[in-house]
């Protein structure tokens, strides 16, 4: 199995960025589909961005694609999202997911193992 663990969140105003990191231990990290989702208060957990083992393969919900960058060094165990242009309604907790078939599935419960999230915070 693998344990995941979330940084880089915080506060910051629409337009502005911020890097998510999500550390990985345990067994081998390139072996996992990693994927990124939030959650905001009173609603569901949604999807935001995937990528395959390789890193050769991403994916995005329209809501981010063109403002979010989903990335990883596989060789540091280290997934990242780069997020830019943040809008208020980006606000949420973050995680990161690892899933072990390296299939691209928006759906949270398809994922194997999950980390204990980040809060980021978008001020108008």
């Known amino acids: 199995q693998v344990q995941l663990v979330e940084s880089g969140g915080g506060l910051v105003r629409a337009g502005g960025s911020l890097r998510l990191s999500c550390a990985a231990s345990?067994?081998?990290?390139?072996?996992?589909?990693m994927g990124w989702f939030r959650q905001a208060p009173g609603k569901e957990r949604e999807f935001v961005a995937g990528i395959s083992w390789s890193g050769s393969r991403t994916y995005y919900a329209d809501s981010v694609r063109g403002r979010f960058t989903i990335s990883r060094d596989n060789a540091k165990n280290t997934l990242y999202l780069q997020m830019n242009s943040l809008k208020p309604e980006d606000t949420a907790v973050y995680y990161c997911?690892?899933?072990?078939?390296?299939?691209?599935?928006?759906?949270?419960?398809?994922?194997?193992?999950w980390g204990q999230g980040t809060q980021v915070t978008v001020s108008s």
């Open positions: 997911a690892a899933r072990e078939s390296d299939r691209i599935v928006v759906v949270p419960d398809r994922y194997d193992y």
């Open positions: 345990g067994r081998t990290f390139s072996s996992y589909f």
